[in-house]
């Protein structure tokens, strides 16, 4: 039952002193009225008001129901009032810089939702691997995929945490044969993404440090992670993808881990915005949206 309306009709049945006229203002049938609130009567289990064919007065209960519902239904107009007053204010154009391979797999079946919530927002998305400067570059937020960021005069805002994960096709580790070292890996080909921190750094808890993998010689080298995926799905060797490619790929059976027993070294997603002493409602609006709705969005296990 949809109470609140059900509660809005009662109202106006009360305020009009009329069924009929209640029915007419609310734009429906008297029938289809009287049944609500017959509906509203069982579901409270009681009488709110006494009909005959003349006249209709109010219950006690029904008069303090009555109140009660002013109450309540005042508050939740003025609540969204509020709400659709602070969305106004989330106006003007936002202009954002994401990672490529980030944007287009994680970011964007987000942005709809976003976008939704404050209409009067225009977005100015540019996707670009490479870091760039935001505010020479006037954007008003960035997003970084990094295991720590450079010290700045930014705001930096955690958002979420991925991994860099090993894997390879099926049908490579079938022909070439499934490492069972860190040291095993020099044999194969390697793939690798050339604008990483460190391409696939991963904890080796023998050597008890941080050990990089493919820190050698590749074979290919690109700067974009969805085309090192498709590489690696292709059966062209072993590279590192960071957990939201790889997941997938890997539960669908298109790529399967390499070395899963080696823990990888962990990576954060940030938000990164201009120093402001009062953080405009645009950039708030959109950093707050991420904290809350990224972290579901990056789920996965590898």
């Known amino acids: 039952m949809d109470t609140f309306n059900y509660m809005r009709a009662f109202r106006r049945i009360v305020e009009l002193g009329s069924l009929a006229k209640a029915a007419e203002d609310l734009d429906m049938s008297s029938a289809g009225l009287s049944k609500q609130l017959r509906a ?25 129901y009555y109140a009660e519902c002013c109450r309540l239904l005042d508050e939740l107009d003025a609540l969204e009032k ?6 106004r204010l989330v106006s003007g154009r936002l202009r954002v810089n ?25 977005l100015d998305l540019a996707m670009e691997d490479r870091l760039v ?48 070292s860190v040291e095993a890996l020099r044999g194969h080909d390697i793939l690798s993404y050339s604008l990483a921190e460190s391409p696939g750094a991963v904890a080796d808890e023998q050597a008890g440090q941080q050990a990089d993998p493919l820190a050698g010689p590749a074979q290919v080298q690109v700067n974009n992670s969805l085309m090192l995926r498709d590489l690696l799905e292709a059966g062209l060797g072993i590279g590192a993808l960071p957990s939201f490619l790889a ?19 962990p990576r954060h997603v940030y938000a990164v915005y201009p120093t402001s002493r009062h953080l ?23």
Do not use: N, W
């Not at 994401?98 to 225009?122: D, G, M």
């Not at 450079?150 to 022909?175: E, N």
């Not at 959109?286 to 904290?291: A, E, I, R, S």
């Open 82 to 87: 509020s709400v659709k007053r602070e969305s």
């Open 247 to 265: 997941a997938p790929a890997i539960a669908s059976g298109r790529l399967a881990r390499v070395l899963p027993q080696l823990p990888a070294a």
């Open 133 to 180: 400067d935001a505010v020479g570059q006037g954007f008003d937020v960035s997003i970084r995929l990094r295991a720590q960021l450079d010290d700045s005069s930014l705001i930096a805002r955690r958002l979420a945490s991925l991994t860099q994960v090993l894997c390879a096709a099926p049908s490579y580790l079938d022909s070439r044969g499934r490492p069972d």
């Open 280 to 302: 405009q409602p645009k950039v708030k609006a959109f950093v707050d949206f991420l904290v809350a709705h990224l972290p579901a969005a990056m789920q996965g296990d590898c």
């Open 40 to 64: 509203l009567e069982a579901h409270l289990g009681a009488v709110l008001i006494q009909r005959t064919t003349r006249k209709m007065s109010l219950t006690d209960t029904g008069a303090a």
């Open 98 to 122: 994401a990672p490529v391979s980030f944007a287009l797999s994680v970011l964007s079946p987000l942005l709809a939702r976003f976008l939704r919530q404050y209409p009067e927002l225009r």
